[in-house]
C-alpha cells in the first residue's frame, strides 16, 4: 500500500478506435473537485502519472477515459487491465462500496425462487453492463451485475443474492450445441 495513492479501479478494454478506455470505478471515491486530473497506473513499485483529457459516463461505477497521449487503439490496449490509483491528497474522504460486483469472483449465485445457482468463475466487461459468468447445469450463463436484478452481496458468506427475470436459465439451457 502507498501513502501517497489510493486504489481507484481498472482499467478495461478499448472504446473505438481514437485511444478511450473504459474503467471500472471499484468502491467509492469522493474528490475535492468532481473527478481527478490526473491518474496513476501502478507498474512494477513505480506509479506512472497519466492526465485525463476527458471524462464520459458508461453506466454504473463505469466510465470511458481519454488519456493524453493515449491516442490510439494499439496504445489504449496496452493500458487494459491496468490498476488505477490517484493521490489521496485529491480525496475528501474514502468509503468503500460493499455493494461493488466487481469483488464477487468465486461468490455463489443465489436466487430468490430458484436457490443456490452456482459460482461466479468471470465478470465480463460489457459495453452497457458487467455480466457474471456461471457454469449451469453444463452450459456458460451470463447473468447481468446490475441492481434490478441484484438483491444483496454477503461478503460474509461469499453469497450474491439474485432475483433473475423469468426465463433467463431457460435461454441457455435451450441453446443446442
Avoid at 44 to 59: M, R, W
Avoid at 89 to 103: E, G, M, Q, R, T
Avoid at 157 to 162: E, R
Amino acid at each position: 500500500m502507498s501513502e501517497k495513492y489510493e486504489y481507484w479501479g481498472k482499467l478495461g478494454k478499448t472504446h473505438g478506435y481514437k485511444g478511450e478506455i473504459t474503467f471500472w470505478e471499484e468502491g467509492f471515491l469522493a474528490f475535492k473537485t468532481n473527478k481527478p486530473k490526473m491518474l496513476y497506473v501502478q507498474q512494477n513499485k513505480s506509479y506512472i502519472p497519466l492526465a485525463i483529457s476527458e471524462i464520459k459516463p458508461l453506466g454504473d461505477k463505469r466510465l470511458i477515459f481519454n488519456l493524453l497521449g493515449i491516442d490510439s487503439q494499439e496504445k489504449a490496449k496496452k493500458m487494459t487491465d491496468a490498476l488505477v490509483y490517484v493521490e489521496k491528497s485529491d480525496l475528501k474522504k474514502i468509503k468503500v462500496d460493499a455493494n461493488s460486483p466487481s469483488l464477487c469472483i468465486d461468490y455463489t449465485i443465489e436466487d430468490v425462487n430458484l436457490g443456490q445457482l452456482g459460482r461466479i468463475r468471470e465478470i465480463m466487461n460489457m459495453p452497457t453492463q458487467d455480466v457474471f459468468l456461471m457454469p449451469y447445469l453444463g452450459k456458460e450463463v451470463l447473468i447481468p451485475a446490475i441492481f434490478p436484478i441484484l438483491d444483496k452481496i454477503d461478503h460474509e458468506l461469499k453469497i450474491v443474492y439474485v432475483h433473475l427475470p423469468e426465463g433467463l436459465l431457460e435461454l441457455y439451457l435451450d441453446v443446442k450445441d
